[in-house]
């Protein structure tokens, strides 16, 4: 398993996808799912970056590893900022109309649909978010 620690800033995306696309480039998968990766890792680290920290700069490390059995793709991010599990987020309710929704918690939601799994911890201070698609 492979790992990148960055500054948890909106600028370090760029080199985040990068990282991690080099990562499973030594495997085969389906075109379609990068996408879907791109979309979730998007959410997860701008999520991160922008309120992990509140008003100081933290770390985010990013770890990928291509799990064999069942072939998946495991991206697992690390920061060091408030404990926040956004699994425990509601989902939004879709029915809803648009100006009596609260904001907030589409991403996620959105991460939860397109992944097959997101899992959360808290271990040593450090929230641990890992996404899984399989292959």
Known sequence: MNELKVDAKLEKLDDIMNFI??????IEYPKKLRLKLQLAVEEIFVNIASYAYVDKTGYAIVKVNVQEEPKAAVITFIDGGIKYNPLEKEDPDLNMPLEERTEGGFGIYMVKNI?????YDYVDSQNILTIIKYL
């Open 21 to 26: 696309w080099e990562e499973l480039s030594k």
């Open 115 to 119: 992944m097959d799994d997101v899992e």
